[in-house]
């Protein structure tokens, strides 16, 4: 299989990585974008904030495969015509994708998830454990 050097894709990545905002051409010519993300730990669960402004609920989706929560979707582009003015995009649309590896002690029964004010927020509970009782023999 033959495929097409591209001397600068790595710079493009590096740059995508550092400020996050710069479109990424993939192979198939697709734009890409990584969606900042938040995560917390407190006794209740862990907390994973997705920022994704622009993007409708129905064009994200989240899977649990093997421990591994993936979360996956697309910012589509508006079609916006200017004839008299120049102007400039720097929102980055296109194809998303997150993973994350879920803890042994998740509750993935639980797992919720919900999209507000641009922000995706999902809850993964943590599995309540009881101390284990045992009975003490005398000797």
């Given at each position: ?7 600068f ?8 990585r550092?400020?996050n905002?710069?479109?990424v ?9 990584t969606?900042?993300v ?6 209740k669960?862990?907390y ?6 622009g993007?409708k ?6 899977d ?9 979707g697309?910012?589509?582009f ?14 980055a649309f ?28 999902i809850f993964?509970p ?13 000797k």
């Amino acid at each position: 299989m033959l495929v097409k050097f591209d001397p600068f894709k790595e710079i493009r990545e590096l740059e995508r990585r550092i400020y996050n905002t710069i479109p990424v051409q993939t192979e198939n010519a697709i734009s890409t974008f990584t969606p900042s993300v938040n995560t917390r730990e407190d006794e209740k669960g862990y907390y994973i904030e997705i920022d994704l402004p622009g993007v409708k609920k129905e064009d994200i989706n989240i899977d649990l495969n093997d421990k591994i929560l993936t979360i996956s979707g697309e910012r589509k582009f508006k079609e916006e015509v200017k004839k008299e003015h120049y102007y400039k995009i720097e929102t980055a649309f296109g194809k998303f994708e997150r993973s994350f590896t879920i803890p042994e002690d998740a509750d993935i029964e639980n797992i919720e998830a919900k999209s507000e004010n641009g922000v995706l927020e999902i809850f993964i509970p943590k599995i309540k454990k009881e101390a284990p009782k045992k009975r003490i023999e005398i000797k």
